[in-house]
C-alpha cells in the first residue's frame, strides 16, 4: 500500500516562503512521478507542479512559475516543494500525489495515490 505523507505547511505572511515535503513509502521511489497538486474553498483541485521519475523534467503553470520550485531526494523517498514570494490566492490545502510514470502529468485524474494534504494559510 503506497502512503503519502505530507507536512511543512502554516501560515505566512504575503511575502514569505514555506517549503512542503511529501514522503512516499514505496519500494522504489525511482519509478514514480511526483505531482503537487492544491485545492482552494470552493474551488476544484489544480495542478501546482510536477517532477518526472528521474528528477530532470518539471511542470509548472503561469500561476507558481518562478515562485516555486519541485525537486526530490530520491535517498529518502522525500519530494519538496519550496514557495517563495506567496502570495494570499496561495491558499490552500496542498496535496501530493504520484504514478508509476516517467512523464509529468497536470491533471488529478492521471494520479494513482494521494496524501491527505497540508493547510497553507498565507495572510496579507
Known amino acids: 500500500q503506497v502512503q503519502l505523507v505530507e507536512s511543512g505547511g502554516g501560515l505566512v505572511q504575503a511575502g514569505g516562503s514555506l517549503r512542503l515535503s511529501c514522503v512516499a513509502s514505496v519500494r522504489t521511489f525511482t519509478s514514480y512521478t511526483m505531482g503537487w497538486f492544491r485545492q482552494a474553498p470552493g474551488k476544484e483541485r489544480e495542478f501546482v507542479t510536477g517532477?518526472?521519475?528521474?528528477?530532470?523534467?518539471?511542470k509548472y503553470p503561469d500561476s507558481v512559475k518562478g515562485r516555486f520550485t519541485i525537486s526530490r531526494d530520491n535517498a529518502k523517498n522525500t519530494v519538496y516543494l519550496q514557495m517563495n514570494s506567496l502570495k494570499p490566492e496561495d491558499t490552500a490545502v496542498y496535496y501530493c500525489a504520484d504514478r508509476v510514470s516517467r512523464l509529468i502529468y497536470t491533471t488529478e485524474h492521471d494520479y494513482d495515490y494521494w496524501g491527505r494534504g497540508t493547510q497553507v494559510t498565507v495572510s496579507s
Open positions: 517532477i518526472s521519475s528521474n528528477g530532470d523534467n518539471t
